[in-house]
């Protein structure tokens, strides 16, 4: 199996305050690894900083993506380069369609790595298989990104546009928050239907809840911006026992 | 009464004299409107700047231009006055404003609330490119007998540079005391949060950007009640757009 992340003594600041303090995380091809802990741990800075998020500055540390130096990497670079990030609180954006808006991110990827534009007609077949990963209503993809729509909507929409751009490592931040069971249980199946043995995930949490659906291989506490503790599957259930104060 | 859409710095006869059934451009600005009773006034204006101006012939159909509609190059002021007299009144304006270069243009509007019971609603949007300086003076009159007005204007202004400047001064009077008016005005840059989010769905900055200027155009195109219009004008500004 190759590696696809190497994240190796990450110490990271958001205006001028250390969040990641020394953290090292290993990912491999076919891997789903959970990262749970408290609030204000770091977690989701841990996706900000992948990502390349504007105001979050690496202050040491390496990170590599297939090789690469990923912290070198532009936010469409590294989405050009296979990752992805389905974001806690998804951005709304009126007056640009669900449509519009994936046909742009498909086609400035495409050209990027010197692939020839989709046709038309190869875009819609493309999105008619994937809408029905996360089972959405034809109408969906015409409205605009994510504007006035719901939780359930945001977080479906999050995923349809991972399936989508297809990327080799997803970070899916916090994607239980704000979800019913049966969006949670649709959102949990969509993701689980893009695993592949080539593909890895990187799934952000607090609560059991979501990875009863997504079932990780391996699962770290993530506490005071480093990993204190990385187990199988099985530590879940002793979190949502002991809490995270008992580690 | 009909919606008016008024468009400078397009010289372009397709969007002037469009096909049949579709609303004609106006080449100016009316300089005063007076409203009676019941009467309705919709009124879409949209500031290109010159340099922005697409190649001619992308729009179709063109037919023979009209000579009293010459095409309108693009001022550096415009002024609107509306009266309201009669009640029932109504008068909703959105407007546009792109400035790139060395653009200069201001835009004054001036809505007197002459009676009871009328209503006006205004929305304008400004982007401010290279060193252009793009200003807009909005002011709301309400007479002493002109209860239960209803009066509201928006400002929203995008700045793309450094040296770009928008100003904009909103003022409210108000001689009545059973009125609902509002103005709200906002200055800023594109949103580096929504265009993260776009970045890291692999669109590039330039197109990210682009979709943030239609994104922040819509309010004011969605106003545009015919959908054939409104679609052929989305296009139209979009390329203005993507010369700022």
Request: with cysteine; aromatic share 6%; net charge negative.
């Amino acid at each position: 199996m190759n590696t696809l992340l190497e994240i190796h003594d990450l110490h990271a600041t958001v205006q001028g305050k250390e969040i990641l303090k020394g953290l090292s995380l290993t990912v491999k091809e076919g891997e789903v690894h959970a990262i749970m802990g408290p609030n204000g741990a770091g977690k989701s800075t841990l996706g900000a900083v992948l990502t390349g998020k504007p105001g979050y500055e690496v202050t040491a540390g390496s990170v590599l993506f297939k090789g690469r130096d990923l912290l070198a990497m532009s936010p469409e670079e590294r989405s050009w380069a296979g990752l992805f990030l389905s974001f806690q609180y998804p951005v709304e954006i009126p007056g640009v369609s669900i449509t519009n808006f994936l046909k742009t991110a498909l086609s400035c990827r495409r050209k990027a790595i010197g692939l020839p534009e989709l046709s038309p007609a190869e875009f819609l077949a493309l999105r008619k298989e994937k809408m029905a990963l996360v089972q959405m209503k034809p109408e969906f993809v015409k409205r605009d990104v994510n504007a006035g729509f719901s939780g359930g909507e945001k977080k479906r929409n999050e995923i349809f546009q991972m399936a989508m751009l297809d990327p080799d490592l997803s970070i899916l931040d916090e994607t239980d928050s704000g979800l019913d069971v049966d969006a949670l249980r649709i959102v949990a199946e969509g993701v689980n239907k893009l695993h592949t043995p080539k593909k890895a995930s990187l799934v952000i949490t607090h609560y059991q809840r979501l990875l009863d659906y997504i079932v990780p291989d391996f699962v770290h506490i993530l506490k005071d911006g480093r990993i204190i503790l990385s187990e199988g599957r099985e530590l879940v259930a002793e979190i949502e026992e002991k809490g995270y104060e008992g580690f | 009464m009909k919606q008016q859409l008024v468009i400078y710095g397009a010289a372009n006869d397709g969007l002037r004299n469009p096909a049949a059934g579709v609303p004609a451009v106006c080449a100016t600005l009316p300089e005063e409107i007076t409203l009676a009773a019941n009467e309705e006034c919709s009124l879409v204006l949209i500031v290109l700047p010159e340099s922005a101006k697409p190649a001619a012939g992308r729009l179709a159909p063109a037919t023979p231009s009209d000579p009293e509609a010459a095409p309108a190059t693009t001022p550096a002021e415009l002024s609107l006055r509306v009266k309201l007299t009669g009640r029932g009144a109504a008068f909703r304006f959105h407007a546009l404003c792109l400035g790139t270069g060395s653009d200069h243009f201001s835009l004054r509007t001036e809505v007197e609330h002459l009676c009871p019971d009328a209503s006006s609603d205004q929305l304008i949007r400004c982007i401010a490119g290279g060193n252009s300086r793009l200003s807009f003076d909005g002011l709301i009159k309400v007479h002493p007998d002109a209860q239960r007005t209803q009066a509201l204007q928006t400002s929203n202004n995008l700045l793309l540079t450094d040296t770009a400047k928008v100003a904009t001064a909103p003022q409210l009077e108000i001689y009545a005391d059973d009125v609902k008016c509002s103005h709200g005005a906002t200055t800023g840059s594109l949103d580096e949060e929504e265009q993260f989010y776009m970045r890291s769905r692999g669109i590039s900055l330039e197109k990210a950007r682009l979709l943030q200027l239609r994104s922040f155009v819509h309010p004011v195109l969605e106003a545009v009640e015919d959908e054939k219009r409104r679609e052929e004008l989305t296009s139209f500004v979009a390329e203005a757009l993507s010369a700022l």
